[in-house]
């Protein structure tokens, strides 16, 4: 049942009044209905089911002994007749509420933002596929534009009002340069084949830059500095040292003899190759079951970093991570055995995850729900990049130490 306020002849405003709900099979106890406010010019009429009378009653309370079917007032010297009484009554029982239209609306904003999700999902995947399977410069490009726009992005959150209300940010132009720095050592990786001379050099001139800087430099600038370089630039180089450093191709693969065509020939499917794919094929599957067993049958909170995360769901995560990895190993034959394979994933499974929960940290101390709002329906560049920060140095160090104890 719907009760209206009516204070002209044209605006009709709902009242929400939960003394006078009742069930429509039998009377109430009396009820009190008390208004906000007093106003001398304004006459409160109630018209009651089933009767032809409208009298009005006193603004400052109504006690009520029969079933209520609306209450208007008018502010307007003449009474209201009961046809017009009826009929505003009526009108107000068709209002929808407000909370039915909000949660309508929530439906459809998750609807939406659900879609977007799936459709720009899979164009990510896709693309990122094509590009892992071409590597070389090609695949360096793409990290290093990726990370530029991760540094650029992690920039902004330590520049953030929660952030700095604890520490001193460095300058903008300080974090511009190092957002170029952190793109150009994908680059002088793999120019040069290693790390040591980029992570060097980008050190050196962030330090210099910050000592060069008007006013006194801060050691909370320094240290969001350095750490913006491991984590932006430093970290994703394992990807290109593990995509385009390992070449030994992988001389006992079986994949051949299933495909009629095998793209790029049995040489161009390497160790780096199969290791890249794998990882990233077991970090998508971690992502996927870990969400669908958190909501399913999460029960459990794994930290406060990142409340929604259930231990449920981490185990489940876990175990699709696991499964992939070795489902991917019997069908590249690489990791050779099947305790390497289940290694293989428990090490991606672990880099995924804390990623995961380091970029969460950020943004938890940023006080900002996405990084960045660069992909629709997904957030910024970090939060897609998160799980594969920390993955691709375990991914490397363990395709290398493999390489070494087999000689595959």
């Known amino acids: 049942m719907a ?15 939960t003394s006078l709900c009742a069930c429509p099979c039998r009377p109430f106890s009396k009820r009190t209905l008390t208004l906000a406010q007093r106003s001398p010019k304004l006459k409160l009429n109630v018209v009651l089911h089933g009767s032809a009378s409208v009298f009005p009653v006193r603004l ?20 209201l007749d009961e046809s017009n009484a009826k009929e505003e009554a009526d009108k107000g029982d068709t209002l929808p509420t407000v909370k039915d239209s909000l949660s309508e609306q929530e439906q459809q904003h998750k609807s939406s933002q ?28 793409a990290v290093a534009a990726a990370v530029f726009l991760g540094a650029r ?18 300058p903008r132009y300080v974090s511009r340069v190092c957002s170029v720095i952190c793109a150009l050592m994908p680059i002088l990786t793999l120019y040069f084949g290693n790390i040591d001379v980029s992570v060097t050099s980008a050190a050196f001139v962030v330090v210099l ?21 491991f984590y932006c630039g430093y970290l994703p180089c394992f990807w290109v040292k593990l995509r385009c450093g390992l070449a030994a191709p992988v001389l006992n693969t079986k994949i051949r003899a299933g495909w009629p065509i095998l793209p790029g020939g049995q040489a161009y499917w390497t160790v780096g190759l199969v290791a890249t794919f794998i990882s990233f094929c077991s970090i998508i599957a971690a992502d996927t079951y870990a969400f669908l067993g958190g909501k399913a049958i999460g029960r459990t909170p794994l930290t406060n970093i990142s409340p929604k995360k259930t231990w449920e769901g981490a185990i489940v995560g ?47 101390d940023a006080g900002v729900k996405d990084s960045g709002s660069l992909i629709p329906g997904h957030g910024g560049i970090l939060d897609r990049v998160d799980s594969y920060m920390f993955t691709g140095a375990l991914a490397y160090s363990f395709a290398k130490i493999l390489s070494l104890l087999y000689r595959v």
Request: glycine share 10%; with cysteine.
């Open 3 to 17: 009760s209206l306020v009516k204070f002209d002849r044209y605006n009709l405003i709902p009242l929400s009044v």
């Open 60 to 79: 400052t309370r109504i006690y009520l002994d029969r079933r209520v079917v609306a209450g208007v007032a008018r502010a307007e010297p003449e009474s």
């Open 114 to 141: 659900l879609r977007k999700r799936i459709v720009f999902g899979l164009g990510i995947g896709f693309s990122v596929g094509a590009i892992v399977l071409a590597g070389g410069w090609v695949f360096t490009v």
């Open 153 to 170: 992005e992690y920039f902004e959150l330590v520049r953030s009002r929660g952030i700095t209300e604890g520490m001193t940010p460095p």
């Open 209 to 229: 830059a910050l000592l060069l800087q008007r006013g006194n430099p801060r050691f909370a600038q320094l240290s969001s500095t350095m750490f913006g370089l």
């Open 318 to 364: 876990l175990g699709g991570c696991i499964a992939t990895s070795v489902i991917l190993s019997k069908i590249f034959s690489w990791p050779a055995s099947w305790p390497s394979a289940i290694a293989f994933g428990f090490l991606n499974f672990f880099g995924s995850i804390f990623g995961d929960l380091t970029e969460s940290m950020i943004k938890r």
